[in-house]
T-cell receptor, first 113, second 116 residues
Framework: SQKIEQNSEALNIQEGKTATLTCNYT??????LQWYRQDPGRGPVFLLL?????KEKRKERLKVTFDTTLKQSLFHITASQPADSATYLC????????????FGSGTRLSIRP | GAVVSQHPSRVICKSGTSVKIECRSL??????MFWYRQFPKQSLMLMAT?????????EQGVEKDKFLINHASLTLSTLTVTSAHPEDSSFYIC????????????FGPGTRLTVL
């Protein structure tokens, strides 16, 4: 069955370093992947979308890559700040429905000053 | 960007009562909205797809008679948790689907339900 996995439940890094989060998918080939940020007690906020024919996409300090050979997307935050601390969710379209998306379990990122 | 609101943001109720949660798309029309449930430190689990003017589509294992969904207009979907029990306590989040190619969803801020 279709799976999206974010292997790291939590990631702690020093302020100023680059944070790299991983999303792996199995048993299907998504046309795109999405990344969301979720703060405690809040709904997710859309950050970036990358299509399968795009290797890399950037938005300010954020960078997302899509490797169809490795079946993996990496999400990078450069020059990380304590305000970047949140849970980051990877998501993709469900193969069973044109409108539904499924989420990975999320990675809780903590940036220490 | 598109804005989705939810009301109430927090509700505490006694076991056996029913609770209604509203989800509104404020600056766009959404023929499709989704309802998710999220337990602590877990990801979002899709409960149902709410379709304007038609019956909701429920995910496997979600009781449609317990979680009533009404999508009466292009900007409003409601989720009613009927005869709530403590195990229904959770964070409920709605999202509204835009009409774009990539199914971008905009999420509401969530509703924290606590059933005593």
């Amino acid at each position: 069955s279709q799976k999206i996995e974010q292997n790291s439940e939590a990631l702690n890094i020093q302020e100023g370093k680059t944070a790299t989060l991983t999303c792996n998918y199995t048993n299907y080939s998504p046309a795109y992947l999405q990344w969301y940020r979720q703060d405690p007690g809040r709904g997710p906020v859309f950050l970036l979308l990358i299509r399968e024919n795009e290797k890399e996409k950037r938005k300010e300090r954020l960078k997302v890559t899509f490797d169809t050979t490795l079946k993996q997307s990496l999400f990078h935050i450069t020059a990380s700040q304590p305000a970047d601390s949140a849970t980051y969710l990877c998501a993709s379209k469900s193969y069973s429905s044109a409108s539904k998306i499924i989420f990975g379990s999320g990675t809780r990122l903590s940036i220490r000053p | 960007g598109a804005v989705v609101s939810q009301h109430p943001s927090r509700v505490i109720c006694k076991s056996g009562t029913s609770v209604k949660i509203e989800c509104r798309s404020l600056d766009f029309q959404a023929t499709t909205m989704f309802w998710y449930r999220q337990f602590p430190k877990q990801s979002l689990m899709l409960m149902a797809t709410s379709n304007e003017g038609s019956k909701a589509t429920y995910e496997q294992g979600v009781e449609k008679d317990k979680f009533l969904i009404n999508h009466a207009s292009l900007t409003l979907s409601t989720l009613t948790v009927t005869s709530a029990h403590p195990e229904d306590s959770s964070f409920y989040i709605c999202s509204a689907l835009t009409s774009g190619e990539f199914n971008e969803q905009f999420f509401g801020p969530g509703t924290r339900l606590t059933v005593l």
